[in-house]
Each structure stands twice: as structure tokens, then as C-alpha cells.
């Protein structure tokens, strides 16, 4: 406890004093309202002053390094090159604070735009049963299915219980510093229907027509951009090899830095900012679960072990990383494989389910009564009647559906919640049973209509590492025709160069193999909301390996052709 009431005196020391005071003052002002839109509830000093602190230090000694370059060592670049990279650097450590902010806001306006769909329809349900939509904000704070909006109603009983707000006034506080300009508008337009005496139950329903209209257009439009996102990629991935390839023929005593810097940097900074991309255009939320973690490591040691027995055995290096990557892939691949069969044996009965449940609705029964129903009576698939039963059990032990244990499921967890806060509140008209089967329908509907119209993407995927290959093994063909050894051998003994072409092919099967890979990656990304869905990328490195096999007999049979 001592020890951060120093650090905090000397944070507000430092912060107070004449050289930091009005820089501090003026960025606290800057990012104070983005703080609260990223629900940062830190000081604005306690995160300025350190991050200032370590900037000013790097510009004083990147400046200093400058001037001593400047008088001393002019005939040292690596002066010159040092100092810019501190000046840099402090320059982005400045800039850091207002960076990550604005990431999180980022993050919390785009799962809050996920979520906002499935919480209307549920606060819709509610308040049919004379339910208020602040109550039904309140409920989700002990609740998981929500992963936003429960922080949202974390902060929500926080103005109400500690700081004394009424919950209307709480209300206006989490939209004003909401990022979302949807969630700020249902809020706004709530609190005004109450404050005039209005039908909020009518809003609440057309805003949920409205937003799942809107989700169905951000399906539709999410196949439309993922295609082109992908083609983008792929065309990306096949011209930056063709021309470094084209560039360690001109350069070839820079070939081996030209392939690192590919293998270590772009690529992988591809593959970053394009995960960033595709996670902001997913209108899809994902469920947590992370038991799959286990099963890494034993997966890790069968992978290297592979490895190392295909390079004792073959003595070369892409194939033992080829190797180890298709035994990880494979093996995760089908763990996830099992568990997506799972999931989409559960949605696929959902819809029946729900009319089943309309029905005995109709007929006067609670949810929990047709639903124990039936778990004897009606037969949908293996998977679900195993949750069915599982359900009945838990109601006839009068533990009610609260309790049931979360499945990989997210939207059959969703149907669970509110059916247990319809049986809680004692509303659920077949009306509103109606409506939420029809919104379940819609949501696999729009699923299934974008999986399909990304088929030629994930066509593109299984094409690239062919491409990859064969233009590589037809370039290389070409130029050792054009250029004959003894020629080029003594050209390159006069310009200071040495290329050898087989080198050059081992050295680019590493690359062509991670390429393969990160767009492996990223259509599971795409099309399966997923990184966890390696048997795609399996198959696509297997391609690989068979293309680094059959490219130069191809390639040799062709130019052949040609020749003769």
C-alpha cells in the first residue's frame, strides 16, 4: 500500500512541475472523454505522466545523439539511424496513451454493436411481461451471455447504487458516454417514451425489427466485402512473391535479407492488420470457450516431433516445417471439427425447438412444463436431446434453467436465458415465442446465405499455393534458359554477384509455405468466424507440398514443349 502511495506522489509530483504541468493539463483534456468511451476509469495523470516521462527521455537523447552526430561522427550512419529511432519512438510513446484508448473504444463500440440485436429482442420479450428495460439492463450484470452490454450494466448499477442516480438519469449518463451512436438513440428514445407517458413495449419491438433488418444487410454486406478483402489478400500475397523473386534476380546478393524480411515482417504484418479488418466486419459474436487450450501442448510436442523425424530422414528444411505444420493442423483441425458438428447440430434444431415450445405455449404451458414435455415426446437430433433431457432434469430438480451448464453454443445459450427470464417473469405470449423463432430463422438464414456466396474466396484459397509455386518454378526455369551457367557464372564474377536457383527455390518453399498458411488462416477467419479451423489450412499446405513436388517436372515438361 506504501509503495503505490509513492508511486502516486510521484506521479503527482512530476505531472505539477514546471516543465510537465501545461502538457499534462492540456492532454488531460484531450483524452478525458475518450477515456470514458473506452471505460477507462483511471486517472488522466496516473496515465499521462509515465508514458510523458519515458517520451521526453527518448526525444532528449535522440536529440543529443543527432548533435553529436552532427559535430563528432559524421562517418557513422548508424548514429543517424539510432537517434531517428529514439526520436521515433518517443514521438509514439507520446501518442501511446491516446492509441490505446481509442483501441478500446474501438473494441467496445464494435462488440456493443454485435450484442445490441440480441439484447433489444430480449429487453423486446421483458418488457411484454411488464418488465422495464433498465430492469432487463440490470439482470445482465450476473449474467455471461452478454460480454459488452454486462459491463455496460455493471456501470449502470454503479451510478444508481453508489452514486445515488435514479435509474432514468443512470440511463442518460451510459449513453452520453456510449461510442455507439445506436445505443445512444434506443437509450435517448427509451428515456423520452417514459418521460411523455409513451408505449415503450411498441418501441422496443420496432427497434428490434429495425435492428434485425439492419443485421441481415450487415450479412449480406460482410459476404460482399469478405470476397474482396480476399481477393485483395490473395493478389497481395501473389504479387509480393513474384516480385522479391523478380528482385533477388536483379539483387542476388540481397537475396537471403529480401526473403527474411518477407518471412518476419510483411507477412506477418499482413496477417495482423488483416485479422483486425475482418474481426471489425464480422457481424457474428463468438463464444469464449477455450477448453480447446488444453489439448495445445500435446499438439505442440506431436507437431515438433514430426518435425525433427522428417528432417532426420529427409534432411531438409521446408519439408520438416511443412511437416510439423500439417501434423498440427490436422490434429487441431479435428478437435475443432468435433466441436463445430456439435454447435451446428444444436442451431440447426433450434428453430424447430422454438415452434414445438410456440405450440405448447398456445395451449397454456409454461415454458418449463412443454419443455419437460418434450424431452419424452419429440426427437430432433442426438446432440440436442442430450441438452433437452439435460434441461427437464434440471427443471424437475427445481433448479430451474439458470443453471444450466453453458454449451459452445452462444445463440443456443441466448434461447436459454430468456426462456429462463420468460418463465422468471411469467410473460411469453405465443406472440413473442413467434417473434423470437422467426429472429432465430432470419440470423441462420443470413449465415447460411453469406457462407455460400463466399465459395469462389475459398476457391482463390486452395489456387494461391499453386500459383505461388508454379510461377515461382516457371520464373526460375525461365531465367536459367535465358541465362546459361557459364554465362551468368562469369557475368557474376564480374559484377561481384553468385545466385544459385535451387538455393533460391529452397528459400522461397519457406515462404510460399507461411503465405499458404496465414491465407489458410484467414479464410477459416472469414468464412468460420474462427482461427480455430485448421483443416482447411491443412489441405491447402498439403497442395503446398505436392506443388513444391511436381513445380520443376512440370515446369522442365513445359519449357520442353516449348523448345521443341
Not at 55 to 61: G, P, Q, W
Not at 444 to 464: D, G, H, M, W
Amino acid at each position: 500500500m506504501s509503495k503505490r502511495g509513492n508511486r502516486r506522489n510521484l506521479m503527482n509530483g512530476i505531472a505539477n512541475s514546471i516543465v510537465f504541468r501545461r502538457i499534462v493539463k492540456w492532454y488531460s483534456r484531450k483524452i478525458s472523454s475518450l477515456m470514458l468511451k473506452a471505460r477507462c476509469y483511471k486517472s488522466p495523470i496516473a496515465l499521462i505522466t509515465p508514458k510523458l516521462v519515458i517520451a521526453v527521455t527518448l526525444l532528449m537523447l535522440g536529440s543529443l545523439t543527432m548533435t553529436l552526430y552532427t559535430c563528432m561522427f559524421k562517418d557513422s550512419v548508424y548514429i543517424i539511424y539510432a537517434s531517428l529511432a529514439m526520436i521515433f519512438s518517443g514521438l509514439f510513446v507520446f501518442l501511446s496513451p491516446i492509441l490505446h484508448l481509442s483501441l478500446l473504444a474501438r473494441d467496445r463500440r464494435n462488440g456493443l454493436r454485435k450484442e445490441l440485436p440480441y439484447f433489444l429482442l430480449y429487453t423486446c420479450v421483458l418488457q411484454h411481461a411488464g418488465v422495464s428495460f433498465y430492469t432487463s439492463l440490470s439482470k445482465l450484470a450476473k449474467s455471461h451471455i452478454f460480454k459488452y452490454l454486462k459491463k455496460e450494466a455493471m456501470v449502470f448499477l454503479r451510478d444508481i447504487r453508489f452514486l445515488g442516480k435514479d435509474p432514468l438519469s443512470a440511463l442518460d449518463n451510459l449513453a452520453m458516454n456510449s461510442p455507439l451512436k445506436e445505443f445512444q438513440d434506443i437509450i435517448y428514445g427509451y428515456t423520452s417514451l417514459i418521460k411523455s407517458g409513451g408505449d415503450v413495449a411498441k418501441y422496443l419491438e420496432e427497434k428490434a425489427k429495425d435492428l434485425l433488418k439492419e443485421l441481415k444487410f450487415k450479412w449480406k454486406m460482410y459476404a460482399e466485402r469478405s470476397v474482396d478483402v480476399g481477393e485483395s489478400i490473395a493478389s497481395m500475397f501473389l504479387m509480393m512473391v513474384l516480385l522479391v523473386l523478380i528482385g533477388s534476380i536483379i539483387l542476388p546478393s540481397d537475396i537471403l535479407v529480401i526473403v527474411v524480411t518477407l518471412n518476419f515482417l510483411v507477412i506477418p504484418l499482413i496477417a495482423i492488420l488483416s485479422l483486425i479488418l475482418i474481426d471489425s466486419l464480422i457481424p457474428e459474436i463468438q463464444e469464449t470457450s477455450r477448453k480447446y487450450l488444453k489439448y495445445l501442448p500435446v499438439i505442440l510436442t506431436a507437431a515438433i516431433l514430426c518435425g525433427w523425424l522428417s528432417y532426420n530422414m529427409l534432411g531438409n528444411t521446408s519439408y520438416a516445417l511443412l511437416t510439423a505444420l500439417l501434423t498440427f493442423t490436422l490434429i487441431n483441425g479435428m478437435l475443432y471439427y468435433r466441436d463445430k458438428k456439435i454447435i451446428n447440430s444444436i442451431e440447426n434444431a433450434l428453430p424447430e425447438f422454438l415452434r414445438d415450445l410456440t405450440e405448447y405455449r398456445k395451449m397454456g404451458f409454461t415454458p418449463s412444463q412443454a419443455i419437460t414435455r418434450l424431452a419424452w415426446s419429440k426427437n430432433y437430433n442426438r446432440y440436442f436431446n442430450k441438452l433437452l433431457n439435460n434441461m427437464a432434469t434440471h427443471i424437475k430438480m427445481g433448479l430451474g434453467l439458470s443453471k444450466l451448464p453453458r454449451t459452445n453454443s452462444w445463440l443456443f445459450n441466448y434461447i436459454v436465458f430468456i426462456l429462463s427470464e420468460i418463465e422468471e417473469s411469467g410473460g411469453g405470449s405465443p406472440a413473442i415465442l413467434e417473434e423470437l423463432t422467426h429472429f432465430i430463422n432470419e440470423i441462420k438464414y443470413a449465415k447460411v446465405e453469406a457462407r455460400k456466396s463466399l465459395f469462389l474466396y475459398e476457391l482463390i484459397a486452395y489456387l494461391t499455393p499453386v500459383l505461388l509455386t508454379f510461377s515461382l518454378a516457371l520464373i526460375l526455369r525461365l531465367v536459367s534458359s535465358i541465362f546459361e551457367v557459364e554465362t551468368y557464372t562469369a557475368l557474376g564474377s564480374i559484377l561481384g554477384l553468385k545466385l544459385n536457383f535451387s538455393e533460391v527455390f529452397e528459400l522461397f518453399k519457406i515462404t510460399i509455405i507461411e503465405a499458404s498458411l496465414v491465407f489458410a488462416l484467414l479464410t477459416s477467419k472469414i468464412i468460420d468466424f474462427t482461427l480455430r479451423n485448421t483443416i482447411r489450412g491443412f489441405l491447402i499446405l498439403l497442395i503446398a507440398g505436392l506443388s513444391f513436388i511436381l513445380a520443376p517436372y512440370v515446369s522442365e515438361h513445359i519449357f520442353a514443349f516449348i523448345s521443341s
